[in-house]
C-alpha cells in the first residue's frame, strides 16, 4: 500500500476510535475527548493528502489544519465551559441520567 | 512503509484507544495528550513541520490541559457508579464499526486512483506567514473572530451565576 | 270514416257563408253577464244587499233583452217589418233557420276541442223563458229572502245558476255543454243546501248532487263516445257537426251491444244524464228532498229551468235520437228508434208513478214537487212520442205555470209564518186573496183545464202523439189516468189549502207586492201562452220546424181531435169534480186522517212513504256501499296499518341495529383507532429520549447510509 493509503487508513481508524468513545462513553468529557480525536483525524487525512497530492506548494492542506486546529481549540473551550455549568446545576455529567429533553 | 511509521501510527492509535477505554477520566486526558503527541509526530513525518508544531503548542499544550481542568472541575475523578459505558454501547460501537467500514472500504477501493509518491515539499515559515496574510486573509480574520467570540463565550458560560439570578 | 267527414267539411267549406247577425256573434253576452255579475256578488260583503239584488236583476235583465233581441232575430216577419234583411243560414237538407258560432279552444294533437254556441228557433225560445221567468222569480226573491241574513250569498248563487243555465241553451259543443250542465248542478247543489246548518237540507243537497250524478257519468260516457265516433264535439258545423247528417250516417252503420246502433247506444247514455237531471224514475228521488232549499230555488231550479235542462237536451240532441227513424228532411217529428221508444216508456211510467205519489202528500212544497216529476215524464213522453216541438210547448208552459204555482207556495209560507204542511193551513182563500187568485191559476193551467189555460193544449199535444203512435196504446191510457191523479191531487191541495177554515196558529197576511206582482204576470203568461199552440195557429211548432203557419180553423178539424179534446177535458172535470166533492167543503182536522187514508189505509200508506223507493235504495245501494266501506276500514286499519306497523317495527329494528352498530364498530374502531395511533405515537416519541449520544448515534448512522447511497448511485 501506498503510504497515503496507510496514513489514511489511520486516520480513519482514529477517527472510528474517537466515534466510539462519543458515542459510548457516560461521561460528556469523554464525549469531547472523542471529538477531540476525531478532529486530529481529519486533520491527519489533509496534512496527507496535502503532501501526496499535486500542488502542495500551495499550501492548501497545510493552512486548512491550521484553521481546523484553531477552531477545535475555541469548540473545546465553549464545550468544557458547558459541560462544567451543567455540571453545576446537575451536579452529574453522567450523559445517561440527562434526558430532560426527552419526548 | 518505514518502520518509524509503524510505531508512531501504533503509539497514537493505543493512545486513541486508551482514551476511549479507561476508567480513569484523568488517565484518558493524559492517554489522549499521548494521542496529540503521536499526531504531531505524524505530522512531522509528513513534512508538516509547522502543523506539527502547532499541534503540540494548542493541542497539547492548550487543549489537553484545558480538559484535564474541565475534568477536575466537574469531580470527572469519581468513578461513576453504573459504570463508565452507556447501557447501550454496543449500539454505539456498532455504529462505530460502520463507519470504519465505509470510510476504509472508500480508501481501500480508491487507493488506485489515489497519487503517491511525491516530491517533498519545502515549506517555510515565511511562505506560511506570506499565505496567511494573503491568501487566507479573510479565514484568519474570521477564525480571530471566532476566537474572541469563544473565550468571552466560554468565559460567560462558565463563569458563576450572580447571586439572586437563581 | 274521419276522412270521409273530412271530405264533406271541405266540401261544405266552398260554400259561402253569409256573413253573421250581428246578435248570433254577440249571443255569448246573454250567459256571461249574468255570471260575470255572480262573480261580482260574490266579492261584495253580506250587507250590501241592495246592490247585489240590482246587479243580479240587472244582469239578467240585460239577458232578457238581449234573448229577445235574438228571438226577434228569427223572426221572418218582425224582420220583413223592421226592414232588415234575413240572413241567417238555412242549409240544403235542414229548412230550420241556425247560426253557429265555433271556435277552437285547444288543439290536442290532431283533434280539435271545440267550444261555440247556436243560435236557432229551440234554443232562443229557450233562452227567453229562461231569463224571463228567472228574472220575475228573481224580483220575487227580494220580498221572500228579506229576513234571510245571506241576502247577497243567495243573490250570488242564483246569478251563477242562471249564466249557467243560459250557457247550456246555447251551447253548440258537448264540452261547453257539459261544462255549464255541471255547473248547474253545482249551484242547485249550493242552493238546496243553502240552510245549510240545517241537517236536513244539507242530506238533500248531498242527495242531489250524488244521483244526478249518476246520470252525469253516463251521459259523459255518451258524449265521449259520440265525439270518438263523430271526430268533433259540435253539434252543428257547417255539415261537419255530430248530430248533422253526415255524422249520423256513419253511427247509424256502428253497431254496439244488445242490437243497438251507435246512434241509439249514444242517445240512451245522453238519455241516462237527462234522467237524472230531470228526475226520472229511477233517478227521481232527489227532486222532492229538494224541496229542503228556499222557495225561489224550488220554483226556479226544480221546476221551471234546471230539471227542464233535462228535455231541453233530449230536443238539442234529437236528430242523433232520431237517426234511423222514418223523417222528412227538416220536420222535427220523430218516426220510433230504440232511444225514443225508451224515453217515451220511462216518461210515461214515471208521469204515472209520481202523481200517484204526490196524491198522499201533506207538505205543500212536496206536492208540487212530485207534481214536477210527473210533468216532466210527460214531457219525456211528448218528446218520444210526438217530437221535439210536442215536447217543448209543454216544457214552455209547464214552466210558467210551475213557476207560478212555486211562487204561490211561497206566498203562502211566507204569510203563514213558514207553515208548509197543508193540514195546519186553510181558509187562505180570504185572507191572501190575490195569492188565491193566481194560484188557482196556475192549478187549473196545470190540470189543463179546457181551451182558456195553456196546460191544456200543450198537454192535449201530447196525449195527441200518444193517441198516434204506432208502438203501443198503453202510454196513452197511462197519460190519461195521469191527467186525472194531476187534477185529483191539485184540487186536494187547493182544497186543503185555501178553502175550509184556518188550521194554524197565528192568522195569514197577503205577501207584499213585490211578491204578488210576479205571480200576476206568470198568471197571465199561463193563460196566454196557450195561443201559440192551438191546432187552429200552430206557430210555435212552425217556428221550431223552420215553417210559417197561418191561422186556420181547419186545423181543428182533424180526425181524432174532437174525441181527444172531449176525453181530456172530461178527465179532467173527473179529477177536479172528485177532489171537490172529497176535500172541498170541510178539510178535516190535522190530527184526523185524510178521507182517502181512511179508506185504504194500506195504499195511503204506501203512497204516502213515496212507494218506498228510497228505502229500496237504502237497502240495496247504500247498504253496499256502507258494506264497502266497511270493508274498507277493516282493510286499512288491519292490512294496510299492519303493514305501515310493520314498516314501522322493521325501521325501529334497524334503527337499533344502527345504534348498535355504531357504538361497537364505529365507534370503537374509532376508538381502537385513535388508541393505536397515541400507542404509535408513544412509540415513535421514544426515540426522543432526550439523549444527547441517542441523537449524535443515529446522526452517524445517517451519514453511514448516505454514503452507501452515494456510492451506490455512482457505481450503478
Known amino acids: 500500500m501506498t503510504p497515503l493509503t496507510a496514513y489514511l487508513l489511520v486516520a480513519a481508524l482514529l477517527f472510528a476510535i474517537g466515534l466510539a468513545g462519543a458515542l459510548t462513553r457516560r461521561n460528556a468529557i469523554l464525549v469531547l475527548i472523542g471529538i477531540e480525536l476525531m478532529l486530529n483525524s481529519a486533520n491527519l487525512n489533509l496534512i496527507a493528502f496535502w503532501r501526496y497530492g499535486p500542488h502542495p506548494e ?27 455549568h451543567i455540571h453545576r446545576h446537575a451536579h452529574t455529567t453522567d450523559l445517561d441520567k440527562m434526558n430532560r429533553m426527552k419526548g | 512503509m518505514s518502520f518509524a511509521f509503524y510505531l508512531v501510527a501504533g503509539l497514537t492509535l493505543a493512545g486513541g484507544l486508551a482514551a476511549v477505554l479507561l476508567k480513569n477520566t484523568v488517565h484518558c486526558a493524559l492517554a489522549l495528550t499521548v494521542a496529540f503527541a503521536g499526531l504531531a509526530l505524524l505530522f512531522l513525518q509528513l513534512d508538516a513541520q509547522f502543523a506539527g508544531f502547532a499541534q503540540i503548542l494548542v493541542y497539547i499544550g492548550a487543549v489537553a490541559i484545558l480538559i484535564v481542568f474541565a475534568i477536575l472541575l466537574t469531580k470527572g475523578s469519581e468513578t461513576p457508579k453504573d459504570g463508565v459505558f452507556s447501557r447501550s454501547w454496543l449500539a454505539g460501537l456498532a455504529v462505530a464499526a460502520a463507519v470504519f467500514a465505509i470510510l476504509g472500504w472508500a480508501v481501500l477501493q480508491s487507493a488506485h486512483v489515489l497519487p503517491h509518491e511525491m516530491a517533498v515539499p519545502q515549506v517555510t515559515v515565511l511562505q506560511i506567514g506570506n499565505a496567511l496574510m494573503g491568501r487566507y486573509v479573510l479565514p484568519l480574520e474570521i477564525v480571530a473572530l471566532l476566537l474572541t467570540a469563544a473565550t468571552i463565550g466560554a468565559v460567560i458560560v462558565a463563569m458563576h451565576e450572580k447571586e439572586g439570578r437563581k | 270514416m274521419q276522412g270521409d267527414l273530412l271530405a264533406l267539411r271541405n266540401l261544405f267549406a266552398d260554400a259561402p257563408v253569409p256573413p253573421q247577425p250581428w246578435m248570433v256573434q254577440r249571443l255569448w253576452l246573454i250567459p256571461a253577464l249574468p255570471m260575470v255579475a255572480s262573480g261580482i256578488i260574490s266579492l261584495l260583503k253580506q250587507p250590501r244587499r241592495r246592490l247585489a239584488a240590482g246587479l243580479a ?42 247560426e253557429v258560432v265555433n271556435f277552437t279552444w285547444i288543439q290536442v294533437g290532431t283533434a280539435n276541442v271545440d267550444l261555440g254556441w ?3 228557433p229551440l234554443s232562443a225560445v229557450m233562452l227567453v223563458m229562461v231569463s224571463f221567468v228567472g228574472l220575475l222569480i228573481f224580483i220575487y226573491s227580494i220580498g221572500y229572502m228579506e229576513h234571510d241574513e245571506n241576502f247577497t250569498r243567495f243573490f250570488c248563487f242564483m246569478s251563477l245558476f242562471a249564466g249557467a243555465m243560459l250557457g247550456v241553451v246555447i251551447a253548440n259543443s258537448v264540452l261547453l255543454l257539459f261544462m255549464c250542465w255541471e255547473l248547474v248542478g253545482l249551484t242547485s247543489y249550493l242552493l238546496i243546501g243553502y240552510w245549510y246548518r240545517k241537517p236536513a237540507a244539507a242530506a238533500a243537497a248531498k242527495k242531489a248532487f250524488l244521483t244526478t250524478r249518476v246520470g252525469d257519468v253516463l251521459f259523459l260516457l255518451g258524449m265521449v263516445w259520440l265525439f270518438s265516433q263523430s271526430g268533433t264535439l259540435l253539434f252543428y258545423n257547417h255539415g261537419a257537426g255530430s248530430i248533422e247528417p253526415a255524422a249520423l250516417a256513419g253511427l247509424l252503420s256502428q253497431h254496439a251491444a244488445l242490437g243497438l246502433t251507435a246512434a241509439g247506444a249514444i242517445g240512451l247514455l245522453i238519455f241516462a ?46 236528430p242523433l235520437m232520431a237517426a234511423g227513424a222514418l223523417m222528412q228532411p227538416g220536420a222535427l217529428t220523430g218516426g220510433t228508434t230504440t232511444a225514443l221508444t225508451v224515453v217515451t216508456w220511462v216518461g210515461a211510467f214515471t208521469a204515472v208513478f209520481a202523481a200517484l205519489i204526490a196524491v198522499a202528500q201533506n207538505d205543500i212544497k212536496r206536492i208540487l214537487a212530485y207534481s214536477t216529476v210527473s210533468q216532466l215524464g210527460y214531457m219525456m213522453a211528448g218528446l218520444g212520442m210526438g217530437g221535439v216541438a210536442v215536447g217543448m210547448f209543454h216544457l214552455i208552459t209547464h214552466a210558467f205555470f210551475k213557476a207560478l204555482l212555486f211562487l204561490g207556495a211561497g206566498s203562502v209560507i211566507h204569510g203563514c209564518h213558514d207553515e208548509q204542511d197543508i193540514r195546519r193551513l186553510g181558509g187562505l182563500r180570504a185572507d191572501m186573496p190575490l195569492t188565491f187568485v193566481t194560484y188557482a191559476i196556475g192549478m187549473l193551467a196545470l190540470c189543463g183545464f179546457p181551451l182558456v189555460f195553456s196546460g191544456f193544449w200543450s198537454k192535449d199535444g201530447i196525449l195527441d202523439a200518444a193517441l198516434h203512435w204506432n208502438v203501443a196504446k198503453a202510454p196513452f191510457y197511462m197519460l190519461l189516468f195521469g191527467a186525472l191523479l194531476t187534477a185529483f191531487y191539485m184540487t186536494r191541495q187547493v182544497g186543503y189549502v185555501f178553502f175550509g177554515y184556518w188550521r194554524g196558529g197565528k192568522p195569514a197576511r197577503e205577501s207584499p207586492a213585490v211578491m204578488t206582482a210576479p205571480l200576476a204576470i206568470l198568471a197571465f203568461f199561463a193563460m196566454a201562452l196557450g195561443l201559440i199552440g192551438t191546432p187552429a195557429w200552430p206557430w210555435f211548432r212552425g217556428f221550431l220546424e223552420g215553417r210559417t203557419v197561418g191561422f186556420d180553423l181547419n186545423g181543428f178539424k182533424e180526425p181524432d181531435l174532437a174525441a181527444l179534446m172531449g176525453a181530456s177535458a172530461l178527465v179532467v172535470f173527473l179529477g177536479l169534480g172528485l177532489g171537490a166533492w172529497l176535500y172541498g167543503g170541510n178539510a178535516p182536522k190535522p190530527e184526523e186522517p185524510d178521507v182517502l187514508e181512511r179508506a185504504t189505509p194500506t195504499v195511503w200508506g204506501w203512497l204516502r212513504d213515496r212507494l218506498y223507493v228510497d228505502e229500496i235504495y237504502g237497502a240495496t245501494v247504500i247498504a253496499f256501499y256502507a258494506w264497502w266501506a266497511r270493508v ?19 325501521f325501529g329494528l334497524w334503527a337499533r341495529l344502527n345504534r348498535l352498530l355504531d357504538i361497537y364498530w364505529v365507534d370503537g374502531g374509532f376508538d381502537k383507532g385513535c388508541e393505536e395511533l397515541a400507542a404509535a405515537g408513544g412509540l415513535l416519541a421514544r426515540v426522543q429520549n432526550g439523549r444527547v449520544q441517542t441523537y449524535l448515534r443515529i446522526l452517524a448512522l445517517a451519514v453511514v447510509v448516505l454514503a452507501l447511497m452515494l456510492i451506490w448511485s455512482s457505481r450503478s
Do not use: C
Open chain 3, 632 to 650: 274498507a276500514d277493516w282493510l286499512d286499519r288491519r292490512l294496510w296499518g299492519g303493514v305501515v306497523a310493520g314498516v314501522g317495527w322493521a
Open chain 3, 57 to 98: 236583476i240587472g244582469s239578467l235583465t240585460f239577458s232578457l233583452l238581449l234573448s229577445l233581441f235574438a228571438l226577434g232575430n228569427m223572426l221572418d216577419e218582425l224582420d220583413a217589418f223592421l226592414g232588415f234583411q234575413h240572413t241567417f243560414h238555412v242549409s240544403f237538407s235542414d229548412p230550420v233557420p241556425r
Open chain 3, 273 to 318: 244524464g237527462a234522467a237524472g237531471k230531470s228526475g226520472q224514475f229511477p233517478l227521481h228521488v232527489w227532486l222532492p228532498d229538494a224541496m229542503e232549499g228556499p222557495t225561489p230555488v224550488s220554483a226556479l231550479i226544480h221546476a221551471a229551468t234546471m230539471v227542464a235542462a233535462g228535455v231541453y237536451l233530449i230536443a238539442r240532441v234529437y
Open chain 3, 118 to 120: 247556436v243560435l236557432d
Open chain 1, 58 to 84: 500551495a499550501l492548501t492542506g497545510m493552512m486548512f489544519a491550521i484553521f481546523s486546529i484553531a477552531v477545535a481549540a475555541a469548540e473545546a473551550a465553549v464545550g468544557l465551559g458547558l459541560v462544567i
